[in-house]
């Protein structure tokens, strides 16, 4: 089934993150060398909030 995808930068929250008026803090941030580990906490179901990925 083809489901269209939302942007990153819509949603109710988008202008106010983009404004710097809403500050998001994820709970932790990997490097994409390292978006196994990523992967892992999250299959292992450790997550303790949104996590990141940055592209360096």
Known sequence: MNRPTTPPTSGAGA????GGRLKAKPSRVFRFEDIH???RVLEAGEA???MVGVLD
């Open 37 to 39: 580990e990523a992967h």
């Open 48 to 50: 303790k909030g949104k």
């Open 15 to 18: 202008g106010e993150v983009a």
